[in-house]
C-alpha cells in the first residue's frame, strides 16, 4: 500500500496550510499524522483521521475521504515549519508517507 | 508519564549484527494491548517502520526486512530489543522506538532516536 504527499507545501505566515496524503481508498483507513523538526523525534498531531492529542493546537485538523487524507494548519505560524508524514496501518504493517516539507513564509 | 529511549552502537561495520535496545517506562508490556514498535530513518528520508512487539509476545516485521529483523523483550528491565543483521552502508539512520496508542495503530510516544552509521 503506498502513501503519497506531495514533498513540499508553502503557505504565508497566518494564512492556512493543507497538507494531503493520497491513497487508494484512504478513506477507509484510519491516517495518522506527524509534525517532525529538523533533529528531534516525530510528535503524533493527529490521530484516527481527525482527532488531536493533548497539547496539540486546534489549529491542526485532518479529514479523511475518498482517496485523500488532508491535514490542515490554520493560522500558520513560524514554529509550524516542519516534515509532515501520514501514516496507516495496512495488511498488517504500518505504512508511512514520503512526507511533506512545509515552509512558513 | 510514558518515555521511551533508544541506546546501542553508534557505529557498525558492514555486515555486523546491530543490537539496540529500547528502555521504557510509565507502562508494561504485559498490559494487554500494549506494543512497542521501531522504526528508523535514512538522513534526509522518509520515516520507515521495521517491527512491533505486543504484550502478548506476538511479533510483526516489515516484508521487506524480515528476514534480517528479530524483536525481543525483557519484561524485567522494561526493554525491547531489535537486532538486525548483515549491516550495510544503506542502512545508516537515526533508528527510533515508539509506544503504540492504545486499540489504534498510531504511535503517541516516541524515544529521541539513535544515530547508527554503517562504514568500515
Known amino acids: 500500500y503506498e502513501l503519497t504527499q506531495a514533498l513540499s507545501v508553502s503557505v504565508a505566515l497566518g494564512q492556512t496550510a493543507r497538507i494531503t496524503c493520497g491513497g487508494n481508498?484512504?478513506?477507509?483507513?484510519?491516517v495518522h499524522w506527524y509534525q517532525q523538526k529538523p533533529g528531534q523525534a516525530p510528535v503524533l498531531v493527529i490521530y484516527?483521521?481527525?482527532n488531536r492529542p493533548s497539547g496539540i493546537p486546534e489549529r491542526f485538523s485532518g479529514s479523511n475521504s475518498g482517496n485523500t487524507a488532508t491535514l490542515t494548519i490554520s493560522r500558520a505560524q513560524a514554529g509550524d515549519e516542519a516534515d509532515f508524514y501520514c501514516q496507516v496501518w495496512d495488511s498488517s504493517t504500518v505504512v508511512f508517507g514520503g512526507g511533506t516539507k512545509l515552509t512558513v513564509l | 508519564q510514558i518515555t521511551l529511549k533508544e541506546s546501542g552502537p553508534t557505529l557498525v561495520k558492514p555486515t555486523q549484527t546491530l543490537t539496540l535496545t529500547c528502555t521504557f517506562s510509565g507502562f508494561s508490556l504485559s498490559t494487554n494491548g500494549v506494543t512497542v514498535g521501531w522504526f528508523r530513518q535514512p538522513p534526509g528520508k522518509a520515516l520507515e517502520w521495521l517491527a512491533l512487539?505486543?504484550?502478548?509476545?506476538?511479533?510483526r516485521y516489515s516484508p521487506s526486512l524480515k528476514s534480517r529483523l528479530a524483536i525481543t523483550k525483557d519484561t524485567s528491565k522494561n526493554q525491547v530489543v531489535l537486532t538486525m543483521t548483515n549491516m550495510d552502508p544503506v542502512d545508516t539512520a537515526t533508528y527510533y522506538c515508539?509506544?503504540?496508542?492504545?486499540?489504534?495503530?498510531?504511535?503517541?510516544?516516541w524515544g529521541q532516536g539513535t544515530l547508527v552509521t554503517v562504514s568500515s
Open positions: 512487539f505486543y504484550w502478548d509476545d506476538d511479533k
Open positions: 481508498s484512504i478513506g477507509s483507513k484510519n
Open positions: 515508539a509506544h503504540r496508542g492504545e486499540g489504534w495503530y498510531y504511535f503517541d510516544y
Open positions: 484516527k483521521d481527525s
